[in-house]
């Protein structure tokens, strides 16, 4: 069963910093790994997806990378801002005709980016 | 604007007072699916349709009905809603399951029983 972990649940870091954000899985076996925002009382977000043959994407000030075999991503975001403060979660979509048909997402990381 | 849509966005009821959530989507996709968000517990996938009159149990289906008449609707059911059920609730979509297919997410509804 496909388990996905991020770490830490919480990070508060001054404005202006570079910030790495983990999510782990535990099946290799992806077709890929979608990273989303949350702001309170609000939907998700798609950031970033990175198929499971791709090493990472870019957007703006975002960087998610994949290592499929080790089983880790991070989203990494550059020159943080107050407005970049929301949870961040990551999600897994399984390969195969079962596991296919949803994403796994993990608990997510709440940031806060201090003026 | 391509988007997902869900109404209603806040919804207080009573036990056993049935209810529909709809979600409709623009963007012409096959797959769309319904998933609840508890904390402690994450987001858990509900029901999910593959296409039109194609539907199938997720994770968490008790107490939930589906179905998916049109492509671009996909209506949530609770026939007898009890206070278990307050949660925060999200339809998603996507062209389909695979490599590149980025799914979407709806604005969430609110739901409190009770």
């Known amino acids: 069963k496909q388990e996905v972990t991020q770490i830490p649940a919480a990070l508060s870091v001054p404005e202006g910093e570079n910030l790495v954000l983990n999510c782990s899985f535990t099946?290799?076996?992806?077709?890929?790994l979608q990273w989303f925002r949350q702001d309170p009382g609000k939907g998700l977000t798609s950031l970033l997806l990175i198929q499971s043959s791709q090493r990472e994407q870019t957007s703006g000030r975002l960087n998610a990378s994949l290592d499929k075999s080790s089983g880790r991503s991070t989203l990494y975001i550059a020159a943080s801002q107050p407005g970049d403060s929301a949870t961040y979660l990551c999600a897994v979509q399984a390969s195969g005709i079962q596991g296919a048909q949803k994403l796994v997402f993990g608990q997510g990381t709440r940031l806060t980016i201090n003026p | 604007e391509a988007q997902v849509t869900q109404n209603p966005r806040y919804l207080i009821t009573v036990t056993g007072k049935k209810l529909t959530v709809t979600c409709s989507q623009n963007m012409n996709h096959e797959y769309m699916s319904w998933y609840r968000q508890d904390p402690g517990l994450g987001l858990r996938q509900i029901y999910y349709s593959m296409n039109v009159e194609v539907t199938d149990k997720g994770d968490v289906p008790e107490g939930y009905k589906v179905s998916r008449k049109e492509k671009r609707n996909f209506p949530l059911i609770l026939e007898s809603p009890s206070p278990n059920q307050t949660s925060l609730y999200f339809c998603a979509s996507s062209f389909g399951t695979g490599y590149s297919y980025e799914q979407y997410f709806g604005p969430g509804t609110r739901l409190t029983v009770t």
């Open positions: 099946d290799s076996a992806i077709y890929n």
